[in-house]
């Protein structure tokens, strides 16, 4: 007797269930138009910060710097793109900021690689310590060629141990 009982219950359970999953299925069509089952995705395009290149006309490359690297940080790379654009436009010989647009220009988001290759050479011309070819062959394996062992081993050299953004593009090459 307990036996039918308890068939009884998983019968009224599984037809529940079935019924359940009809109407989530039901759901999906609103006016005979199916709704996409795909993965729900934002209608809107993303948030842009609006980086207007004549707000910043009367500032400083260092400062320009400073804004690009914080927007880099909270990775809105279009925007830190623009600002160190307009950093590099100020004063053509900001080397951090040339190779903040090797970073930018190399990211998936922008793909711009032509645009990455000529600012790594810019970087190159602008560089502080033009003998430092080791640290500039690793940022090129980092961001061009994408050879990550090799961008560690160049970038975590003796050669590049003076340069203060070293733990960042190290970090960056061994977490590749």
Known sequence: MKSLFYTLVLLAVLVASV??????????????????????TLSRPPISLGIDRVAYADTSAERLYAIGAELLNLWHEREAAVVFEQAVAVDSSHHQSWLKLVECYADP?????????AAWRRAVETSPDP???????????LFLDRRYGDAADQLGGGGATGRKERSYYLALAQLS
């Open 19 to 40: 019924s359940f999953l009809s109407s989530l299925d039901k759901r999906r069509t609103q006016g005979g138009v199916e709704r996409s089952r795909g993965p729900i």
């Open 131 to 141: 003998s430092d070819t080791t640290w500039m062959a690793g940022i090129k394996s």
């Open 109 to 117: 988001l922008l793909s711009r690689f032509d645009d990455a290759k």
